[in-house]
């Protein structure tokens, strides 16, 4: 059988054995049309890249780089205006004025962007490149929490991107939790206020978004905000307690 192409072609798929069957069947019943069912898009890799496409860019500054490197993640809507409306991530790109480390960026980001279009649940990748390490010992952001590594902040970066369309739900701190945190926090800074009123040189600010200094890494949220409380380690961010 031959079938003379006169469109352009877009994309292309395989036919399974099972659409050939379907196409078939319908032909000889000749059903009454049901209502139209809407069909779900699902992400394939076979989908087109619209002409245009929402994202955004994000920055990251490391101590590791020299410049900035601007990450961007665009995302395609799948089945816009219906109940199933949702975005997915369908390409990453990352910029720099640094072109040293180029060639594997643009490596990592040709095989991120393919996997953001295989479809399926791609939110494993988030802790794929957080959890890798860089043998020079990472860094501290602003903020107090660790870095191992470029790789996993750019892993962090498209975790919040993905928590910022939806894909990835936060665990949501109740609000007791929350009250119970600030409560903490409020009896730790009192303490803390009363010692360096006994001892003024001790007066050091600490840049890491408020949390008290000599504050260390909590191994829950990779934040440095765990301080000591009545003989108990406890983070002032998440709430983590060594004590329970
Ligand atoms: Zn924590």
């Known amino acids: 059988m031959t079938i003379k192409i006169e469109k352009k072609i877009k994309g292309y ?66 089945n ?31 095989i991120l962007s393919a996997v953001f279009r295989k479809g399926g649940d791609v939110t494993f990748i988030v802790e794929e490149l957080k959890a890798v390490f860089d043998p020079r010992g990472g860094y501290f952001k602003a903020g107090g929490v660790y870095m191992p590594s470029i790789v996993a902040e750019i892993g962090a970066v498209i975790e919040q991107h993905m928590k910022n369309i939806g894909l990835i739900h936060d665990p949501e701190m109740s609000d007791a939790q929350r009250a119970l945190i600030a409560e903490k926090r409020a009896a730790y800074e009192n303490a803390a206020q009363k010692k360096t009123e006994l001892s003024p040189t001790d007066a050091d600010t600490n840049d890491s978004a408020g949390f008290p200094p000599g504050a260390t890494l909590c191994a829950k949220c990779n934040t440095k905000a765990l301080v000591l409380m009545d003989g108990c380690q406890t983070c002032l961010n998440c709430g983590y307690s060594k004590c329970g």
Do not use: C
């Open 13 to 78: 798929e395989v036919v399974k054995p099972e659409d050939k069957a379907a196409p078939a069947v319908q032909a000889t019943t000749e059903q009454p049309k049901e209502a139209p069912m809407a069909e779900v898009i699902q992400m394939h890799e076979s989908l087109e890249r619209p002409e245009a496409l929402i994202g955004s860019t994000f920055k990251i500054k490391s101590p590791l780089f020299e410049h900035a490197l601007y990450v961007t993640i665009n995302d395609i809507v799948l």
């Open 80 to 110: 816009a205006g219906t109940p199933y409306e949702q975005r997915r991530p369908f390409e990453i790109f990352i910029n720099s004025k640094n072109m040293d480390h180029f060639q594997w960026i643009v490596a990592l980001t040709r």
